[in-house]
């Protein structure tokens, strides 16, 4: 049964900080750590100095330290199931004056949060099973309404989730989400949007399939139907799209993980892995746009990658949390509800690490095949 998941599922404000606030891959080539491979630049091959560049690279990382209370968290995972918090955040901008030259680990360092400098619209728990035979993303719509909890456990209101990470940054975010989720966050990882470009094009461009034409009001792009290899600017684009979309934001979370798993493809494909430059500069093209939790050693990231080398694409599922709809709020505007029973019903099967059998009696929840996304 387990060999037939992937065909089977086919588918706030500035605030206060005190001063304790938040700190800052032989044999040959083998494949490592698929979907996070993607995201988190953990493919590492090869030996000798080829295998010190890389490590190097890892090495380099941009690092932030949470500072969180563990009477307010979850309990930590008791197997060896994993869930890593992802963040999608732009480069920033000026907050009252200030340079938006400091990075987010530079600024998750100093004594208050630039709250308003960071967006993050993109949001996703990624679970590795125990058996580390199958990868689950789970992405949360940057509109649901819940309450938000600052880096000390404290509720801070009803607000949309993306405000989490804009005005109490990478503690607050994952404070909020584990509050939401009842799921211990084993790590944390956040991508520049930049990324996404630099990956296009370091793979070689990514192809996707966009079913019907249709234009984008926002960005001014017409989008052709029929299959394309998007690379840099329109890769970021297709991936930032949502205006011109049946399903607006619900669409977008839908291209960016078909873009995920497209991209998966080609880092997995051999014209890749067997090709130490084009390797190289797609590792480098994450790192440079990747920041981790600073718990999440090299060593670590190597025995994952190792641990998941015989994952393959149809072993990495796309889900998005359950919603009962959409609606107008007279203070937030548009926002997402959740629906709260199927949540739980899906939160349970995380912490059980069973999500196969969530997914047997919710097929549907999957992400359509790539020629069906929008």
Known sequence: MAGKIGSRYRDAGKRRADGDSLRRRHRKTFRALVALAIVFGLVIVGTGAYAYMLNNKLDNLEKVEPKLKEKDRPDPDKGKALNILLIGSDKGKKVDGESADTSISQDAEAAEWPAGKYRSDTLMIVHITANRKYAFLMSIPRDTVTTIYNEEGEAQGQEKINAAFSSY???????????????????????????????????????????????????????????????????????????????????????????????????????????????????????????????????????????????????????????????????????????????????????????????????????RPPDEVG
Not at 201 to 227: C, L, M, N, R, S
Not at 270 to 277: A, E
Request: hydrophobic letters at 40%.
């Open 169 to 367: 940054g990478p503690s607050g975010t994952i404070s909020t989400v584990e509050h939401l989720t009842d799921l211990r966050m084993k790590h944390l990882a956040i991508i520049d949007w930049e990324g996404f470009k630099d990956l296009s094009t370091a793979v070689g461009g990514v192809p996707v399939t966009i079913p019907k034409a249709f234009y984008d009001p926002k960005q001014e792009i017409q989008w052709e139907a029929g299959e394309q290899k998007l690379e840099g600017k329109q890769a970021l684009a297709y991936v930032r799209t949502r205006y011109g979309l049946l399903r607006g934001d619900f669409d977008r979370i839908a291209r960016q993980q078909n873009f995920l798993r497209a991209l998966m493809g080609k880092i997995l494909a051999k014209g890749t892995m067997r090709n130490p430059v084009k390797l190289i500069n797609t590792v480098g093209a994450l790192t440079e746009n990747l920041t981790v939790d600073s718990q999440w050693t090299t060593g670590d990231m190597r025995g994952l990658a190792l641990s998941l080398r015989g994952v393959q694409t149809k072993d990495v599922i796309f889900l998005t949390a359950p919603v009962a709809g959409t609606e107008t709020d007279p203070a937030l505007g548009s926002i997402v509800r959740l629906d709260e029973a199927k949540s739980q019903e899906m939160y349970t099967a995380f912490r059980e690490d069973n999500l196969r059998a969530y997914l047997k009696k919710y097929p549907d929840d999957v992400l």
